[in-house]
């Protein structure tokens, strides 16, 4: 059976992320992002914030990306673009990058469905003495029941859903020298104001299926479930 990234994959969605490019756009903006920086999105999809940060910044810019079909759809909007920007398959949880190498790491929608001390010891490693991280993550609002956590568990294949506290703690545990969360003031888990698709020649049925369920999903825990952006500085 496919799995929700499956289905993001097959469905090529751009702006898989709480708040898609429009949140995206108003959080680089808030940043002094120079020619001179180095960013890199990890899980970073179809590419299209690192297409964005490109155009806007004119930087280096690398994405990682581990499912097949997603590095494909990135690759083809990148090669669209005609922008220079490295595209690398490979885990988050063993970034093929040298120490240091990064100003900006952003995360978005990623951290939960990863090993997130692994990948955040690795984005420790990678970033500058004083690089941010910028993430921005599905938060519990309220304690889950275990009833809600594994039917959210099964069905977007997330590890945890941590809440605000469970944030601060798992970025502090690894080594971040400061932590800000912020809540977003507007309402995030709508499917607007997304999405794009590069949608795949053949989808099976099964995955179509899971656009209604994403929707039910979303209605269902629309009070249990927020958003937080995460910036971490190391
Ligand atoms: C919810 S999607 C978000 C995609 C993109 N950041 C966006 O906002 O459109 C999560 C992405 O993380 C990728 N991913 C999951 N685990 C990963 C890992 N261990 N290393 C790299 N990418 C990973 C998935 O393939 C997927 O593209």
Redesign the pocket.
Known sequence: MGS??DF??LYG?????PG??LL?KELMYREEITEDMAIL??????A??AVFLKEMFECRVAG????PI??QKAKKRVLAAGADIELIK????RMPFRDGEFDLI?????L????RKK?LSEVMRTLKPGGLLLA?EMTAEIELEDDDRNDLSGFYGVRDILNEDEWRRCAVESGFKTVEIEKPDFPLLSPEPVIEFDLSEEIPEEIHEMLDRHEEYLKKYKDLLGVRIIKCQK
Do not use: P, R, W
């Open positions: 929700y990234m993001l994959a969605v751009g702006g898989a992320h898609g490019i995206t999105d990890i899980g970073c999809g179809t299209q914030t990682l990306e581990i499912h997603m590095i490979g885990s988050a949880e952003t995360s978005e929608s990623v939960a469905f990863v090993d990948v921005v």
